[in-house]
């Protein structure tokens, strides 16, 4: 598939890194606003007016909101959202991958697991059985998710963070990097700690 990769950040090398190993073409790497750099890993970088032809798209933007607004831009404008899967990757038996998502390098998702459309799930995480993490959610690097745990839209899990079996974070809530989630966290949160806990909660999305 030729592929156009939407982003020119840290974040957009792992993906095309990702995607070329997995046998796809980068079509193009696509920014808001043309900045310094005229290419990414050797690939032309160029503005939404010059959008090259491509089978597909992919966002690659770390943040939620802004990846989810992208994605919505995308679709309005009738691309084609791409899934790009490592393949390092393990993904069980009747896993769901939703459209636009990335799994990146040695991820394993267990039996039964589905996964929301533009989802990240990043370096070496891991996603038991019967997990259900909603679209645009971001599942940092070496987070561990037992089973049956749900995630919210949007939702961001840091680096190293964990979930207990059964376990459910709301939307658009912010769990910090190494915390423990051993009790279900509410949506809109900022969530730190051993065990998780709320220490803000907002009625919109943190990162809006």
Same mark, same amino acid.
Request: hydrophobic share 45%; net charge negative.
């Given at each position: ?9 840290? *974040? ?11 046998? %796809? ?30 089978? $597909? ?8 909101? &802004? ?6 831009? @995308? ?10 899967? %490592? ?35 990043? &370096?070496? @995480?891991?996603?038991? *059985? ?5 679209? *645009?959610? *971001? ?6 998710? @037992? ?19 059964? &376990? ?9 990097? $190494? ?8 949506? %809109? ?20």
């Amino acid at each position: 598939m030729r592929l156009l990769v939407m982003d020119a950040g840290g *974040h957009a090398k792992v993906v095309i890194d990702a995607a070329e190993a997995a046998g %796809h073409v980068i079509a193009g790497v696509v920014v808001d606003k043309p900045g310094d750099a005229a290419e990414l890993l050797g690939h032309p970088v160029t503005s939404r007016a010059e959008t090259p032809a491509a089978d $597909g798209f992919i966002v690659a933007i770390g943040d939620n909101a &802004t990846r989810a607004r992208v994605f919505a831009e @995308c679709i309005a404008a009738r691309l084609v959202p791409a899934t790009v899967v %490592h393949p390092s990757v393990v993904l069980g038996a009747d896993v769901e991958v939703g459209r636009g998502t990335f799994v990146a390098a040695g991820v394993v998702v267990n039996t039964g697991a589905r996964i929301g459309e533009n989802t990240i799930l990043n &370096t070496s @995480c891991s996603v038991d *059985h019967d997990c259900v993490i909603g679209a *645009h959610a *971001h599942v940092g690097p070496q987070v561990a998710l @037992c089973g049956g745990v749900t995630v919210g839209e949007g939702t961001l899990l840091g680096v190293g963070s964990c979930a207990s079996p059964g &376990t459910s974070v709301g939307a658009w809530t912010v769990v910090g990097a $190494g915390a423990a989630v051993i009790n279900d966290l509410p949506a %809109h949160g900022i969530c730190v700690g051993v065990p998780a806990r709320a220490i803000h909660s907002t009625e919109e999305p943190p990162f809006a």
